[in-house]
Nanobody, 127 residues
Framework: QVQLVESGGGLVQAGGSLRLSCAAS????????MGWFRQAPEKEREFVGV????????YYADFVQGRFTISRDNAKNTVYLQMSSLKPEDTAVYYC????????????????????WGQGTQVTVSS
């Protein structure tokens, strides 16, 4: 199992930027595909994006529209979500998650593909 801890959330004005971090401990970090999800009040958890084991591949939800970038540093056991041009509708609790899948594919959009989750970090974007 891998343990995940997110940080970096906070309050930001619309148009601003934030970088979320997710630190992993436990099993070999590079064995996991890492995803980011978010959940707004009274809404289902939704896929934000995912990064492959070495970081060579990424895939994002349509609403990202080039505003977010996921990266990872396997030497530091950390994955990042750089968010820019933030909108009030980006307000949510953001979660990182680890998947032990060995094949890259669109199913990684589903929360069910992930076995380990962080506790979440709140992002609030004011208008």
């Amino acid at each position: 199992q891998v343990q995940l801890v997110e940080s970096g959330g906070g309050l930001v004005q619309a148009g601003g930027s934030l970088r979320l971090s997710c630190a992993a401990s436990g099993r070999t970090f590079s064995n996991y595909v890492m995803g980011w999800f978010r959940q707004a009040p009274e809404k289902e958890r939704e896929f934000v994006g995912v990064i492959s084991w070495s970081g060579g591949n990424t895939y994002y939800a349509d609403f990202v529209q080039g505003r977010f970038t996921i990266s990872r540093d396997n030497a530091k056991n950390t994955v990042y979500l750089q968010m820019s041009s933030l909108k009030p509708e980006d307000t949510a609790v953001y979660y990182c998650a680890a998947s032990s899948r060995t094949r890259w594919g669109s199913s990684l959009r589903s929360p069910q593909e992930y076995t380990n989750w962080g506790q979440g970090t709140q992002v609030t974007v004011s208008s």
